[in-house]
């Protein structure tokens, strides 16, 4: 059976002031209407019914998260104690998932990211799972053709095109893996997308439970040691008691670094989906679209002269503008940005400095 | 006696959000210690104390105007109950403080200038009485010497010196009064800058009570007549009521309009002091003072690569900037306004638009 894993542990600033510590940017509401956690389990409906979604998450972010996804049922939101990056977040939800159901495929998912052709994301995901099902050994990553020289992504250079792999009606196509290479300097991003055979590695991956296991128990034994005697607590009383004891004890490695990279199994679906990031409230207008003047408004704004804006405000609050342009300009109960749009680093040096100037409380 | 006569009755929108319909400039604390209005007082002192202070104010604003100014005897704040322009209020003043006392010297200052010098603004006052006490004909002006082009105040084009009158030790001197030009295109007011012979009127005047009610009297005589019944109704029980039924139907007209512009006794004082208009939040520095990287900022603030803003929040609330210069920022507890610095008439325009756009709560 397909289970979906959706990895929500994530934290960061690049939302700030919307986004805080303990409330990250898969919580909030940016397109006005469902939380990107909550898309995220909605464009998986209703072929993976919310009894296969699974969710990893933090402690300081579970009461919300569950919150979020009343569907899921609650044994299945897994807490992590303390952030372990990302292996030992998969290597648990496939843990449970294999004691669930041996032969289960898994699908992961970060909670953060926005596809906007949720049809042909079912059509993706099918194409993997037929990939899965006719070699169990396969560990599946989704490759989105990049549409520009990013240097804050890593890049899978794929290798020849996988024989009798015909997908989606020829509409998409599957390759082996040549090489990681994370976040390129702007001239080598450029020289990748030259050659045509380089993706985003856009962290939504299919496999079976079992097979990310054994990778782990291969590159990672004794990660993959601390997870099988977690597996013995699993749905037992003592299950959340041992994760809060032993998770922390766990390596924190990526996925990529502990087992991609070294695995021989790999293969490479180029994504037929639209995907996007969501890497800063540059983004939101991708997201929400813009107004005639460019502006991307959430909330209450009486604006005048007022160009290329992302704009929210909350509570009613209003925010007027008058004669800028490429601003953005969020307020919230506590704090107000203004911001050059799209100084992306600058708002995340600025955040990381608040506690500096006394200032911790508004992280 | 001297008396000092505050005009507080003015009403604007150039300081929104923090200035709305029924909290005017002058009753904001712009320099963060006291607002406009007790600077005015405040620079009176102790020359003219507060049982000689006189305020003339709006019904919607006398709560706020008399809560600031506790030293003024309650009997002191006269209270409009609709604003009738300056002749109306000038003469309301001039009226009762005539009762109170037939000899009386009346300095009239507006409560929403700013006057950093205020022991030279001490001395060009002792100049103003001295040429109404050594001819108490005379209607005295003050003229600030213009210090650019400006087009949206009044100028006083001078006439010959007055004969004998060395003031301060010859360091200001007196005028005749040629004529007055209200707001000039900037080429005229460039010209009137360069014959170095006319002054912007800025609202300061100085006579005696009695004086400028005969001058009503003469070319407003209906006005006149009308505050003379008035006037036998001051310190009685009758007051109030009186005030509210016969003040709404004065003549609404300037000052100037009403008898300066007419009347040959005028002489207009060179201003020895620094004056300034806060016409907006764009005059904050001046006021105030920036900070080294040309921000002026009044609450809680964290920059980052931020110049030459004005930075104001209320309420512990933190406005973060980022990538960001020459923008006026204003958060207050129910509206934001994020602005081009000196987009003065368009702040304007949009305060003004805010009924029309169903956000009349907010102006």
């Known amino acids: 059976m397909l289970h979906g894993v959706i990895m929500a542990g994530g934290s960061g600033t690049r939302f700030w002031p919307a986004s805080r510590q303990h409330r990250p940017k898969q919580l909030l509401t940016l397109d006005g209407h469902r939380s990107l956690l909550q898309a995220t389990l909605d464009r998986c409906q209703p072929w993976i019914p919310p009894e296969r979604m699974w969710v990893v998450t933090g402690e300081s972010l579970a009461a919300e998260t569950a919150r979020q996804l009343p569907e899921v049922p609650a044994s299945q939101i897994l807490v992590e104690p303390c952030g372990r990056n990302t292996a030992p977040c998969v290597g648990l939800a496939a843990t449970c998932l294999a004691a669930r159901d041996p032969d289960a495929t898994m699908l992961v998912l970060p909670a953060d990211h926005a596809i906007q052709t949720p049809r042909q994301f079912q059509d993706g995901v099918a194409a993997a799972v037929d990939l899965v099902n006719s070699d169990s050994q396969r560990l599946v990553l989704f490759g989105v053709r990049p549409s520009y020289p990013a240097t804050g992504y890593g890049y899978i250079e794929r290798a020849e095109r996988l024989p009798g792999a015909s997908l989606l009606g020829g509409s998409t196509a599957a390759f082996g893996v040549k090489a990681f290479r994370e976040k390129p300097s702007v001239e080598v991003a450029t020289a990748f997308l030259q050659t045509g055979q380089y993706y985003w590695n856009c962290g939504i991956f299919c496999w079976r439970a079992r097979r990310i296991l054994e990778g782990l128990a291969r590159f990672e034994p004794e990660l993959h040691a601390g997870l099988a005697n977690l597996a013995a607590s699993f749905d037992t009383p003592s299950w959340d008691t041992a994760v809060r004891e032993r998770f922390p004890q766990l390596k924190s490695i990526s996925i990529?670094?502990?087992?991609?990279?070294?695995?021989?199994?790999?293969?490479?679906?180029?994504?037929?989906?639209?995907?996007?990031?969501?890497?800063?409230w540059a983004a939101l207008p991708r997201l929400r679209g813009a107004d005639a003047?460019?502006?991307?408004?959430?909330?209450?704004?009486?604006?005048?002269?007022?160009?290329d804006?992302?704009?929210?405000?909350?509570?009613?609050?209003?925010?007027?503008?008058?004669?800028?342009?490429?601003?953005?300009?969020?307020?919230?109960?506590?704090?107000?940005?203004?911001?050059?749009?799209?100084?992306?680093?600058?708002?995340?040096?600025?955040?990381?400095?608040?506690?500096?100037r006394g200032l911790a409380g508004f992280q």
């Open 293 to 307: 003047a460019g502006n991307t408004v959430d909330g209450l704004h009486a604006g005048l002269d007022t160009q």
């Open 256 to 280: 990529d670094y502990a087992v991609l990279e070294h695995d021989r199994d790999l293969c490479v679906l180029e994504a037929p989906f639209g995907w996007d990031d969501v890497g800063s």
């Open 309 to 356: 804006c992302v704009i929210r405000s909350a509570d009613g609050h209003l925010v007027a503008t008058v004669g800028v342009r490429d601003l953005v300009i969020v307020h919230t109960a506590d704090a107000t940005l203004v911001a050059r749009k799209g100084d992306d680093d600058s708002l995340k040096k600025l955040v990381g400095s608040l506690a500096s």
